[in-house]
């Protein structure tokens, strides 16, 4: 069983950065792809961006690309996610999931997740 708590969400303006942390629970989560996902209201779950157990490789959704970083910590058991330019679209829900196979496949797919926090909001004012 692995647990996932997400923590860093707020109010930001737009153009703002944000740093998300997802504390893992449990060694075995530093052989999974992690992943972050989020949900806006009235929109599907949304894949955000995914990072290989070694940390060798990471994956982003279009919209985020080259605003977004994903990392982890496997010392500490932490995947971070920093968000710089942050847009009012970038509202929503934010999730850590941990994935069922020690490699991504890219696809930011939610159905390769089987583990998720519990989310954390994230609110950008134009």
């Known amino acids: 069983q692995v647990q996932l708590v997400e923590s860093g969400g707020g109010s930001v303006q737009a153009g703002r950065s944000l740093r998300l942390s997802c504390a893992i629970s449990?060694?075995?989560?530093?052989?999974?792809?992690m992943g972050w996902f989020r949900q806006a209201p009235g929109k599907e779950r949304e894949g955000v961006a995914q990072?290989?157990?070694?940390?060798?490789?990471?994956y982003y959704g279009d919209s985020v690309k080259g605003r977004f970083t994903i990392s982890r910590d496997k010392a500490n058991n932490t995947l971070y996610l920093q968000m710089h330019t942050l847009k009012a679209e970038d509202t929503a829900v934010y999730y850590c999931?941990?994935?069922?196979?020690?490699?991504?496949?890219?696809?930011?797919?939610?159905?390769?997740?089987?583990?998720w926090g519990q989310g954390t909001q994230v609110t950008v004012s134009a």
């Open positions: 990072i290989t157990p070694d940390g060798g490789s990471t």
């Open positions: 449990e060694h075995t989560g530093s052989s999974r792809c």
């Open positions: 999931a941990a994935g069922r196979w020690p490699y991504c496949s890219g696809s930011l797919e939610s159905t390769g997740f089987n583990y």
